[in-house]
């Protein structure tokens, strides 16, 4: 479903509900909820802050700062030790 979908459904909905101030309540309750939870994801970035995170790592990379495996087992060992 495109965002444009989602809109009108979403739109379409609410018009259903407003006619019911308590279940309207709800659903402004539930989407202040919703909202919360998007802006308080810590694993949350901006396009730009993602894009210089990895020119960061591309930078340590090229001063030898990597860390590089020849097998499965040496990485699998050093994931398991994090």
């Known amino acids: ?12 909905n609410l018009a259903i509900l407003s006619e019911d101030e308590s279940m309207l309540d709800k659903a402004a309750k539930y989407i202040r909820r919703l909202v919360k939870q998007a802006t308080e994801d810590p694993t949350r970035m901006t396009k730009e802050e993602y894009f210089a995170r990895l020119d960061d790592a591309e930078r340590e990379i090229a001063e030898g700062k990597g860390t590089t495996f020849t097998n499965k087992v040496d990485m699998n060992a050093w994931l398991n030790a994090l």
């Open 1 to 12: 479903m495109t965002a444009l979908q989602l809109n009108a459904d979403i739109y379409k």
